[in-house]
């Protein structure tokens, strides 16, 4: 290793004064500066353009990996938009995606005013515990989430009897699916939003406030008509996170609903459907052109989350 | 008063720091333990690929140890182990020494069998007949020029009672009256019946588990002989789901999906009368309710048995240890370690040379209150027939069984349940 290093640096040395001689200075600039930025460009090209690529000349084979790839041109994305499992997975992506994103939102905003407000004792202390759900593992919660919604046993249904409510099959149901899996959503990602929220209402400045409430404006007025405009930037990151997030939700609903997403399909996600075909029916060809219309799905919701965003600066 | 403030925001900070740490130590710990098992010196390294509860772990270590080698076992849940073996075998590096797979899954494999050392070529035909040749077949690709891997254990199936349940149904609890009580698949539902009226219990543990032991009973199952799927023209596979029906719709059995966590409550708590329990099923049990110990019985299954699981070591290609490595699982499924390994965990030896030897005979098994387990096992496993695996069986299996748990879950009728997995089925084999 350490001769190697040696000869390297022999032949730099060796090469610099040639260099100097055929290149301009202005030249050397354009290429150092592209050597700053290449490793950037190097990382994505191998593990971010490399599989989009290959992933679309993939997606126009039949392959199970282990053996050739026979060219069928466009029949996998012919058979995928006849396929009713992908039309389920893509209405059980959206249904889960709106039932975890609009509660969790609205929570985290009110929790962040809450944590933000002067009367609160012990503050850094709920800081960090609204944030900690976010960095446990997928698996375990999943695994906890699971017992709780037991149809027999779980703690949730124990507690629903004593409303009266006839125990809910969580697990074999499409609504209680998507609950449960939102919940799960819910519970991670509140206190993460939370925390994106609470530190743009701390860059609102306290003179608005003062002014309002020497007008006479009280706190809800003020919360509506100061804190929610002033944090708007915000809630649209937050709205953008979410929306790719929620596409891509995976570890969810593979551990509460089970490979393929149970029986009546009712946990198939966009993301799992994509993993059985692959990995699970060796199907790599079709599950790579359920990754193709995933990502173009995932580039026209962003497009008008874009088109709704300019309209809102505009209104301003 | 600002110094007493700074103070309490710094405890707080200094508390909610801790806390971090408490919840970050126990992963940490864990990737600590692994990298320091990964280092070696200059012996042979053997890394081996299981799922949980195969009972062979010790026999390995002690194998190990024995020929100064050293093994590192890593264990990943069942479906991952062959899913990331396919991935391994496809990226072309990253696949163990030694992997087990699944009956099903080896199937899959024998459509490539250069992925994989031919077992033929390391000395296997020696060993050929310690073991069932219907198993032996299961490895071998179509030509009978490759073998993929070597016998494990095999899943011959027998019928696990609570014996509180039957008592409080006034029934017989003797194991030799209790399979004569259900010697048939309609004595099976009628002595369900009986129980569910008195005891107000379920009789089985779960409608997918009676389908999967009813469907191995035939002579064919998803394919024929020539590799053609039957599953829509095999008459048994519409009746082991027709009995699953019936058992639905007489609410003969529990909610639970087997092997789930309230699965295992119920087992502990006595939710369910019976499990048809192929042999491996042993270990799961005492597993997942150790406290039901002794209230568990044994006897044999109506009309006989099937097999249900099973699995085979391999070497696959990318091993630079072949020779090491099929020293190791040729000593480890040999007769004498099946059944070392039959005794620890109840994996019912693929070896028939033992079955009449008095250790199998007169096994007996605490849990299931000294029944004579490994004489109930031996005798199922002469009632084995071979039955031939495709590819796909995996897929198939799970839309079936996905079929009977909509019926099950109250989400479906038998029939639309039935025609919709059927659908299915055409649609994911045209791909």
């Known amino acids: 290793m350490g001769s190697n290093l040696e000869v390297n640096k022999k032949g730099a040395i060796t090469a610099l004064p040639k260099t100097r001689k055929t290149l301009k200075q202005s030249t050397k600039d354009h290429i150092s500066g592209y050597l700053y930025i290449s490793p950037f460009f190097i990382i994505f090209g191998i593990f971010g353009l490399f599989p989009i690529i290959f992933t679309a000349y993939i997606s126009f084979h039949k392959w199970n990996i282990l053996g050739t790839k026979e060219f069928i041109g466009f029949k996998n994305y012919q058979l995928l938009f006849t396929d009713p499992l992908f039309w389920k997975a893509l209405g059980n992506t959206f249904s889960i995606w709106v039932i975890s994103t609009l509660p969790q939102l609205f929570i985290a905003l009110i929790l962040a005013f809450v944590l933000n407000s002067a009367f609160l004792k012990g503050k850094e202390f709920f800081r960090l515990a609204v944030f900690l759900p976010n960095i446990t593992s997928v698996v375990a919660v999943a695994i906890i989430f699971g017992a709780i919604f037991g149809e027999t046993y779980g703690v949730l249904n124990y507690m629903l009897s004593f409303l009266g409510i006839e125990p809910i099959n969580w697990t074999g149901s499409y609504f209680g699916t998507h609950v449960a899996i939102a919940t799960m959503v819910m519970w991670r990602w509140t206190g993460y939003n939370t925390i994106i929220y609470l530190s743009a209402l701390q860059s609102i400045p306290k003179d608005l406030y003062e002014a309002a409430t020497i007008d006479g404006a009280n706190k809800m007025q003020q919360f509506f008509y100061i804190t929610i405009p002033m944090i708007r930037p915000m809630v649209i990151f937050t709205v953008i996170l979410s929306t790719i997030g929620g596409m891509q939700i995976f570890a969810e609903p593979l551990m509460f609903a089970g490979a393929g997403g149970g029986a009546l399909d009712q946990g198939l996600t966009m993301t799992l459907y994509l993993y059985e075909e692959a990995f699970v029916r060796s199907s790599f060809g079709y599950s790579s052109a359920i990754a193709w219309v995933l990502f173009l799905i995932i580039v026209l919701f962003s497009l008008v989350n874009l088109f709704v965003t300019n309209r809102i600066k505009s209104a301003d | ?431």
């Open chain 2, 1 to 431: 008063m600002f110094k007493k403030q700074g103070m309490k925001k710094f405890i707080l900070v200094f508390l909610s720091l801790l806390l971090l740490l408490g919840v970050t130590a126990c992963s940490s710990n864990g990737a600590s333990n692994e990298e320091q098992g990964g280092s070696g010196g200059g012996k042979t390294k053997l890394t081996i690929w299981l799922w949980p509860n195969m009972g062979i772990e010790n026999q390995i270590k002690q194998y190990a140890e024995e020929n100064n080698i050293e093994v590192e076992i890593q264990t990943a849940e069942f479906a991952d182990v062959h899913s990331n073996l396919t991935t391994a075998l496809a990226a072309g590096s990253g696949a163990p020494d030694i992997s087990a797979i699944e009956v099903k899954g080896i199937d899959k494999m024998k459509a490539t069998p250069e992925h994989f050392h031919n077992l033929l070529d390391l000395g296997a035909d020696e060993v050929k007949d310690d073991y069932l040749d219907w198993k032996w077949q299961q490895a071998l690709t179509p030509d009978g020029s490759s073998l993929l891997g070597l016998p494990t254990d095999i899943g011959p199936q027998a019928m696990a009672y609570r014996i509180d349940l039957f008592e409080e149904a006034g029934l017989p609890t003797d194991r030799e009256e209790v399979a004569n009580l259900v010697k048939t698949w309609d004595d099976f539902i009628k002595v369900g019946e009986q129980l569910k009226a008195k005891t107000g219990k379920a009789f089985i543990d779960s409608p997918n588990g009676a389908y999967t032991v009813m469907e191995g009973q035939g002579d064919e199952k998803y394919y024929d002989k020539d590799g053609n799927v039957i599953v829509q023209d095999n008459p048994h596979i519409k009746k082991a789901y027709d009995f699953a029906s019936q058992i639905i719709d007489k609410e003969l059995a529990t909610k639970f999906d087997q092997f789930s966590t309230e699965w295992g409550t119920g087992m502990n708590n006595g939710d369910y009368a019976t499990i048809l329990a192929p042999a491996w099923m042993m270990t799961s049990m005492k597993a997942t309710a150790p406290e039901a110990s002794g209230k568990w019985d044994m006897t044999l299954l109506p009309e006989g048995s099937g097999n249900w699981g099973g699995s085979f070591l391999t070497i696959p290609k990318q091993s630079k240890n072949a020779e090491e490595a099929y020293k190791l699982i040729k000593w480890l499924l040999s007769p004498e370690q099946q059944l070392v390994t039959f005794k620890e965990a109840g994996n019912f030896p693929s070896t028939p040379g033992i079955y009449d030897s008095e250790e199998i005979q007169n096994f007996t098994s605490e849990y299931f209150n000294n029944a004579p387990v490994g004489k109930i096992y031996a005798e199922a496993a002469q009632q084995v027939k071979p039955i031939v695996e495709g590819p796909e069986s995996i897929q198939i299996e799970t839309i079936i069984g996905d079929a009977i748990t909509r019926v099950k879950d109250g989400q479906d009728k038998p029939d639309a349940s039935w025609d919709k997995a059927m659908e299915q089925l055409e649609r994911e084999l045209a791909r």
